[in-house]
């Protein structure tokens, strides 16, 4: 069974940073693209950054030049934050498109059908 596990949410104070990993686990070639959506809460889930090909990266106004996205070759993403804002918590989720299904939501340069758990992030003022 093919899995995206997220981790490295948690609490921090306002100006701090914090590092999310989602790993995609029970599919051997991964994805050519990959993204990061979060939904506030009594918000509806926005996407924020995806990753096309490795290099084709798409970043929301609200997360551009405090957050970066990246992927290794080992089918592992990431979203570095830095900066933190309490506008910024959140539920955080990693979505792929793997072709294993209907895509449910299109963001940056592609839709996707597979998503991890999510992960929290509090950020404090």
């Known amino acids: 069974q093919v899995q995206l596990v997220e981790s490295g949410g948690g609490s921090v104070q306002a100006g701090g940073s914090l590092k999310l990993t989602c790993a995609v686990n029970?599919?051997?070639?991964?994805?050519?693209?990959m993204a990061w959506f979060r939904q506030a809460p009594g918000k509806e889930r926005e996407g924020i950054a995806s990753i096309y090909m490795d290099s084709d990266i798409t970043y929301a106004d609200s997360v551009k030049g405090r957050f970066t996205i990246s992927k290794d070759n080992k089918n592992t993403l990431y979203l570095q934050m830095n900066s933190l804002s309490p506008e910024d918590t959140g539920i955080y989720y990693c979505?792929?498109?793997?072709?294993?299904?209907?895509?449910?939501?299109?963001?940056?340069?592609?839709?996707?059908?597979?998503w991890g758990q999510g992960t929290q992030v509090t950020v404090s003022s």
């Open positions: 979505a792929a498109d793997l072709g294993l299904a209907i895509r449910t939501e299109y963001w940056g340069r592609c839709g996707y059908d597979t």
């Open positions: 029970g599919h051997q070639y991964g994805s050519r693209c």
